[in-house]
Structure formats: C-alpha cells, structure tokens
C-alpha cells in the first residue's frame, strides 16, 4: 500500500504500508470482527493522519508520524477501526 490508498479489509488481513508522502490511514469494507496487522514503514517521518473510522489513541499520530517501522495491530468492529502501535522496531 502506498500513499493515498485505503486499506482494503477485502483484500486480506495483514498489511505493508509504507508513504512516500504525507498521507491519511483510512480503511474501506469494514466487517466485523476482522483484525490484523500492518507493517508501516514511515522512511522520512511523513505526516500521517487518520480517517474518521479509525480510533486510536491521543499519541498514535505522534508515534507513527516520527520515522522508522512499526507493527500497528487494529480490531474492526464493522463501524470503527481500533489501532494501536509498537514503538519504533530495529
């Protein structure tokens, strides 16, 4: 997945993203009861945002905008979309 595309809940459950750009983490086909995983690479501390069906915690955006790789874990509960990061991996 690159900059400006929706995480498609159709196309499977577990994700590489990695921006070239500011960009917004936004999903599409929410079904109820799907989780996963996403592997974010943020190579040059993009800014990231959010759509209005994610919800995360008051640091998420923080965490993820500073550059390096993260493992976001999210859990769909056919409305919203939960997510929460690691800290930075090495």
Known sequence: ITEGTLIDLDTGNNFLWTPSGADELSFANETTGQSGFIKLINPSAYVITKGSEVKASAT????????????????????DVYVSASAALS
């Open 60 to 79: 998420f955006l923080a965490d993820v905008t500073a550059a390096g790789t993260y493992l976001v874990t999210y859990f769909c509960d056919g409305t």
